[in-house]
């Protein structure tokens, strides 16, 4: 694949641009506009307790329609807000508008415990992701124990001081999860140095969690392990009841998957969950 901006950045001459060049070429310049043309806007999926089904938190999930190519989905722009640096908006953005909304929910009824934003390697890269989140908090008011920042483990292990951030986040009182758990490359140690709060079981292994053997029992190491460490450990991608009802049996009591909800928009999740 033709990188967009060659080595010396040379973008428009690179001899190896192919049309996956220029679409790519062409998405970038979408992207770059796409906050100021309101084309970005958030999902909310919920997150449930097992048991007894009710909303422990959501997770905000970034979409963007475009006019013309209509839902871009994130794993093809993410990357790209990624390799461009225009991911330092888009992520202020998100961290922003996730507690706004938080604080609507409240306004209309509905206290949500807690939303999930996810945080990529370039937000903490570039160091001010600290502030970034104080302010915000003090801006919209939100308590900052309910606001969990995701990460994977890969942004981790590929951040130079990544515990002095993490350190600080967590000194704030915002709290972590490990997103795609079991899926990155990384050690364990860091679990035991770091004030991560929650593991989220990725949801590769669950999907074919009675079939598979191996995926069994990862899942259920992933519990233990969470369990012994004091951590909270919630499922992914949750599909059907067999892997509700397998997770409570192991001792996992949290989960988040099209067999509770899909990300939806936040007047659906008002109408769903307002008591
Ligand atoms: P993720 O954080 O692991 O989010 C979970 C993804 O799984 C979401 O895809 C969600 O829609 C999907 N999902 C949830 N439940 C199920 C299920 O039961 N079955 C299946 N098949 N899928 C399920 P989505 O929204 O397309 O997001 C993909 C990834 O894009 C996210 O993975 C996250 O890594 C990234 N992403 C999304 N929003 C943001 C954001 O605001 N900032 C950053 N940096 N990354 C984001
Ligand atoms: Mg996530
Ligand atoms: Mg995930
Ligand atoms: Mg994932």
């Known amino acids: 694949q033709a990188k967009a901006r060659g080595r010396n950045g040379y973008r428009f001459y690179a001899p190896s641009m192919t049309g ?15 906050i100021e043309k309101d084309e970005i806007f958030l999902n909310y999926q919920p997150q449930v307790e097992i048991d ?11 979409r963007w329609n475009h006019p013309e190519l ?21 992520g202020e953005w998100v961290l922003g508008e996730a507690c706004r909304q938080m604080v609507r ?11 999930a934003v996810n945080l990529s390697v370039r937000q903490f890269e570039r160091g001010t992701i600290v502030r970034t989140v104080r302010d915000i908090l003090a ?28 350190n600080d986040l967590h000194a704030i009182g915002v709290s972590l999860a490990i997103d795609d758990f079991g899926t990155g490359y990384s050690s364990l140690a860091y679990l035991k140095q770091m004030p991560v709060k929650t593991l989220k079981i990725d949801r590769s292994f669950i999907k074919d969690i009675h079939l598979d053997v191996n995926d069994e029992a990862i899942a ?19 599909e059907t009841d067999a892997q509700a009802a397998f997770l409570l049996r ?11 909800s899909r990300p939806v928009m936040p007047d659906d999740l008002l109408r769903r969950w307002l008591p």
């Not at 989905?73 to 225009?86: N, Q």
């Not at 369990?227 to 909270?232: A, E, I, Q, R, V």
Request: aromatic share 6%; hydrophobic share 45%.
């Open 250 to 260: 192991h001792g996992c009591n949290q989960a988040q998957g099209y067999f509770y």
């Open 220 to 238: 259920i190491a992933i519990i233990q392990l969470g369990k012994s460490m004091n951590l909270s450990v919630i499922a992914e991608g949750v």
């Open 70 to 90: 209509g839902l871009v989905p994130p794993v093809r722009f993410i990357p790209l807000a990624e390799d461009t640096g225009f991911i330092s908006q888009l």
């Open 52 to 62: 007894t089904g009710r909303l422990i938190g959501v997770e905000a999930l970034v």
């Open 105 to 115: 929910w409240e306004r209309a009824g509905l206290v949500v415990p807690k939303i």
């Open 139 to 166: 801006e919209t008011g939100l308590a900052p124990h309910r606001l969990q920042l995701e990460v994977t483990e890969s942004v981790i292990m590929n951040t130079g001081d990544a515990l002095a951030f993490i």
């Open 20 to 34: 996956e060049g220029v679409e790519r070429l062409r998405l970038e310049t979408y992207l770059r506009r796409s």
